[in-house]
């Protein structure tokens, strides 16, 4: 059983819009899974029940010295295949007080979670937006935190604090808590947020996901309406970058991990490509669309970039097995340029020898498609 917290004193940078996703994907590649909600709000809980007021026992019941009886496993409630919920209301607010001075009272959590650790081979964890006892049960059992940040002005000092809190506290739990950041709420047309984004990434290096969560106005929709992503939009862009998030955790399970799919999720173009033995090779036919690849281990954001997308990067973030850099984009028959944007640089195809010299300077790959014909059959 792995537990994973989702926390960020800071509130409002989709701490919660994360957890419910990122379980719900990870519930639909099969895996067992627990959303706990830590947060007195209650917003975890809401964005998956539907009809909240039918729930009479939350994790407060679960956790508090008042009604020793209540077991973990009493209070969960089943959300969907594979996915479970041990949800909160305002009551969770009271319990920080009443454990105050309590010998233990920051192990009630990771002490409840024994009883259940072979049900789930994942328990995610929403934490309130504060540090108090709450979020350092949460700590305390976890042994990974995932910490969502807005790309801001203030970002990369709130981002360096909270390491340094999350380190402070991770010795004070006594064990090893690793910790990563994940860009959210991402508007990729504004250049600030841009630079702020690379300088966090440059800071944190692999201390920080590949993948990042755009804004997208359909995840707070999903929430309304109780649902998941992926079962509310499953093309929004939203949805595609929470699928690579999950895919993202899930290759920390086994190097040797097999290609995961996601149960009744469509493919999405922008998602990443799980496969671990993709070789890079010039843009080829794979029937569901154009693979593009390229190899660039140490790169830490590839966009591609060519006159089938207007030359925006912004929006065709490419995904990365941790080697290879891949997407898929559907082209009809003809004749295209294209680059590859790695960390900001632009740059033609290596493997590809068909150039032409750009108006604005270097040169663009050509692709030309043509029709039934696989691309690079004809031009071999
Ligand atoms: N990628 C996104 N695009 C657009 N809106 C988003 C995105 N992620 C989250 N939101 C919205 O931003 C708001 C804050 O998100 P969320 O509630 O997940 O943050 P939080 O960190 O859990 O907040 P709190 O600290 O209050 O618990 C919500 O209205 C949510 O629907
Ligand atoms: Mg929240």
Redesign the pocket.
Known sequence: MKTIA?V?Q???????????NLSAFLASSGRRVLLIDM?P?G??TL?LVKDSSRIQTTIYDALTREQEMTALRDIIVTVRENLDLAPADIMLAALPEELAGAVGQENRLSEALQEIRHNYEYVII????SVGSLTFNALKACSEVII?VEPSFFSLHGIGMQLETLDLLARKAGHQIRERALI???RGRFDFVKAVTEEIRKHLGDRCFKTV?????????A??HAMPIADFSSRSS?CA?YRALAREVLEQESPALAPCTFKGVAEETSSRIPVREMKASPPVDIGSGILFTLEAPHAHCVRLAGDFNGWIPDGNEMQSNGHIWSKIVSLLPGRYHYRYVVDGNWLSDPLNVDIEPAPWGGYNSVLVLEKNNPPWASRA
Not at 126 to 129: I, L, Q, S, T, V
Not at 213 to 221: N, Q, V
């Open positions: 989702i960020n800071k509130g409002g940078c989709a701490k919660t819009i994360t957890a419910i947060d709000q917003h975890a964005g929403d934490c309130p937006p969502p959210t709420l991402y969560i755009r804004f997208c106005m359909k995840l707070s929709e929430a309304a939203g970058d």
